[in-house]
């Protein structure tokens, strides 16, 4: 069965406390990952997809990295303003997004 | 400005009614896909169309949710009645066509049944 598990659940920084978030995932034929942050109230917003294992992606604070079993979000020196939640998806054969429980980012200043 | 445009944005309804929710794609996107969110589940799959076609609905309540897409700008989510439990925020997003794509949201529907 296609699974994806994002830890941890909740992670609290100090602003400028670099961190990582993980996504752990077990699926068949991994056609693609994609990560993505959600604010309250609204919907996912893209931010990176990766398609095979050592492929990196970065964007500004963010850099995310993937391997054949597990991706990571590094966030490096964060800001308020990165607070949010964070998703993991992963598209297997055929075509579905399957989604991750998300890891909530508070920073604080 | 290409986005996915949902409506209506939130909705209150009494359980046993019929709700519709529907969805305008980002033109050329030939994927949908609709979500439901909560607390307790995250993001969960209720359904995805390829070219119109449904590929998966096996997220889906068959026996009160229906989804359907009755030409390329617009996706159509039902339920038929409505209970509580199907108090969520519902999403809608689209891809491109190709085999791996990242999908856009829009801003999703608030449904409320009392």
């Known amino acids: 069965e296609d699974q994806v598990t994002q830890s941890p659940e909740a992670l609290r920084l100090q602003e400028g406390e670099s961190s990582s978030l993980n996504c752990s995932y077990t699926?068949?034929?991994?056609?693609?990952l994609f990560w993505y942050r959600q604010d309250p109230g609204k919907g996912p917003e893209f931010l990176f997809t990766?398609?095979?294992a050592g492929e990196e992606k970065e964007k500004e604070r963010l850099k995310a990295t993937l391997t054949k079993k597990e991706s990571f979000l590094h966030i490096t020196a964060p800001k308020p303003e990165d607070s949010a939640t964070y998703l993991c998806?992963?598209?297997?054969?055929?075509?579905?997004?399957?989604f991750g429980q998300g890891t909530e980012l508070s920073v604080k200043p | 400005d290409a986005r996915v445009t949902q409506t209506p944005r939130h909705k209150v309804t009494e359980m046993g009614q019929e709700v519709t929710m529907r969805c305008q794609p980002i033109?050329?996107?030939?994927?949908v896909f609709w979500y439901r969110q909560t607390m307790m589940q995250g993001l969960e799959l209720l359904a995805y169309f390829r070219n119109r076609a449904p590929l998966d609905d096996s997220g889906m309540p068959k026996d009160r949710f229906s989804a359907e897409m009755p030409d390329a700008t617009l996706a159509t989510l039902k339920i038929q009645p409505s209970e509580p439990r199907d108090s969520a925020v519902y999403f809608c997003?689209?891809?491109?066509?190709?085999?791996?794509?990242?999908?856009?949201f829009g801003q999703g529907t608030r449904l409320t049944v009392v």
């Open positions: 699926v068949s034929g991994l056609r693609g």
């Open positions: 990766l398609y095979s």
């Open positions: 998806a992963v598209q297997p054969q055929g075509g579905k997004l399957i």
């Open positions: 997003a689209s891809g491109g066509p190709a085999q791996a794509t990242e999908a856009f």
């Open positions: 033109l050329g996107h030939n994927t």
